[in-house]
């Protein structure tokens, strides 16, 4: 079956610092998208990316979908103590809406 | 906020009992989910359905069972629960372009 991994599992930076996390799926995927989970929380959808190539940023967030729209990225510029929790990316098969979440990174951030 | 709702929150409950993970959605979206998620792991899709009367089993083998009689309602249900069902359920909703999920379920089975 589908699989979706991501690099790193946890990374622990100084405030100020910047992030990436890196998401591979097995196959080609119809759109990507990216959640924050927040320490005992539930997953908060962050933005979908669609298109081959496709770059888009909210605020200090940059995230791209690859070329094969079979990887992605997320970076966080300049973090905050607010970045932390644990990110996942959700690839589409375009299989009626049926995600598959990646394995998560685990962001800490500290002073 | 979110318009989609789970109870309990919490629950502790003996082996061998019966139990019933509420999940509801005020915005009528005809496709919803339940994930398991351990803690600190990813997330895996134990059943979802697509509108009324339609649920389908997930990627992940699950012994419990949904029901899908209403729009708004999509109850999960475990008939004898175990120590290996300990874990938090979450639930969500999709009408695009992403999922919005509950609160969620921490579930122990003691």
């Known amino acids: 079956g589908q699989q979706v991994m991501q690099i790193p599992q946890y990374q622990h930076v100084q405030e100020g610092e910047d992030f990436t996390t890196y998401c591979n799926s097995s196959?080609?995927?119809?759109?990507i998208q990216w959640y924050k989970q927040r320490p005992g929380g539930h997953p908060v959808f962050l933005i979908q990316?669609?298109?081959?190539?496709e770059v888009k940023k909210q605020k200090r967030l940059t995230f791209q979908f690859g070329e094969a729209k079979k990887n992605s990225s997320l970076h966080i510029t300049a973090t905050q103590t607010t970045d932390v929790g644990t990110y996942f990316c959700?690839?589409?098969?375009?299989?009626?809406?049926?995600?598959?979440f990646g394995t998560g990174t685990r962001l800490q951030v500290t002073l | 906020e979110a318009d989609i709702y789970q109870t309990p929150r919490y629950l502790v409950i003996g082996t061998g009992k019966k139990i019933t993970l509420e999940c509801s959605q005020t915005?009528?979206?005809?496709?919803m989910y339940w994930y398991q998620q351990d803690p600190g792991m990813e997330l895996h899709l134990i059943h979802y359905?697509?509108?009324?009367?339609?649920?389908e089993k997930g990627d992940l083998s699950s012994e419990s069972t949904v029901s899908r009689i209403r729009t708004e309602h999509f109850p999960l249900t475990l008939e004898s629960a175990r120590p290996s069902h300990t874990s938090q359920y979450l639930c969500?909703?999709?009408?695009?372009?992403?999922?919005?999920f509950g609160s969620g379920t921490r579930l122990t089975v003691v």
């Open positions: 359905s697509y509108g009324v009367n339609s649920t």
């Open positions: 990316l669609v298109k081959s190539g």
């Open positions: 969500a909703s999709w009408d695009g372009p992403g999922y919005t």
């Open positions: 915005m009528g979206h005809d496709k």
């Open positions: 959700a690839g589409d098969t375009g299989t009626a809406s049926k995600l598959t």
């Open positions: 196959t080609t995927l119809s759109n």
